[in-house]
């Protein structure tokens, strides 16, 4: 909340480029900071303080990273196909988690739990450096959008972005809230919550687990930008209100088919959730950077 305060004005007053500079390093930097932390045994109290600190980090910049990423691509891509250009931010999202939960998947296998406990763990954290160096470099040999170039030699940027954004937006900063309640119970549900919940109540293996989640992520990957594609014609409401109503009637019946030990009532279960997020995904990216004008549009979409 506080990186969405502090980083979404500032990417509307100084640029989305700079700002999305800035986030990347920190993320990168924080993570793999993790990866070679001294344990307690070794730095005593410095351990947990170190890792709390680096944490806030992460999430610091985490306020400022997906509400530019969306307006980045929102500002770039064609008025006629913004639904499918937009799809693509969670499409790297749902890559990003198949390729963390792929690798730690690899070493588990690889390595056995012994090893994965004695210092495997830190090996997908340090794997971060290289990444964020990369994204860096996509980064700054960007341009900021044509659309707030244009803002900026007009002069027309908003001279207090913060006040602006909340006193004139808020209407709006109030519908996207809500849109942004069901979204986040749906997305944590399906790939922060279940894959624990397999493992924990289920008493699915952990491999078992992963592989199904994975299995369903790829899915998702797979009619994502059809599906923002089909936005492009039909409209974005549609899959919206297809989404909030599917999870107010099915989300019960497909816990239940989970909740039955069958392994096809699991994967019919996950893939009702899954399912259903995907129309939500598939359209954010194009949906919600729309809903403020440039000027103010990183920092309202970010808060």
Known sequence: AFGSLFFGPLGDRIGRKKVLSTTIIMMSASTFVIGVLPGYGTIGIAAPLTLLAVRLIQG???????????????????TDRRGFYGAFLELGTLSGYVLGAGLVLGMHVGLGEEQMNAWG?????????PLGLV??????RIADPPEFERLEQAGA?????????I?????????????????????????TFMPSYLIDFLHLADVSSQLTTIGVELAMIAVILPLGALSDR???????????????????????AIQTDSVLGV??????????????LAVVGSTFPAMFPTKVRYGAFAI
Do not use: H, Q
Request: aromatic fraction near 14%; proline fraction near 6%.
């Open 60 to 78: 610091f910049s985490t306020g400022g990273e997906y509400g530019g990423a969306a307006t980045m691509i929102a500002e770039y891509a064609p």
């Open 121 to 129: 763990w830190r090996i997908p954290f340090l794997v971060a450096l």
């Open 135 to 140: 994204g860096l470099y996509l980064r700054t």
């Open 157 to 165: 940027k908003a001279k207090a972005p913060l006040r602006e954004t």
């Open 167 to 191: 006193l004139r937006n808020w209407p709006m900063m109030f519908k996207l809230i809500c849109i942004v309640f069901l979204l986040n119970i749906a997305d944590y549900t399906l790939l």
């Open 234 to 256: 039909i409209g974005r409401k549609p899959l919206l209100i297809s989404a909030a109503v599917g999870y107010l009637v099915l989300s019960w019946p497909a816990f239940a």
């Open 267 to 280: 994967a019919a279960g996950y893939a009702v959730v899954g399912g259903l997020l995907v129309l939500m």
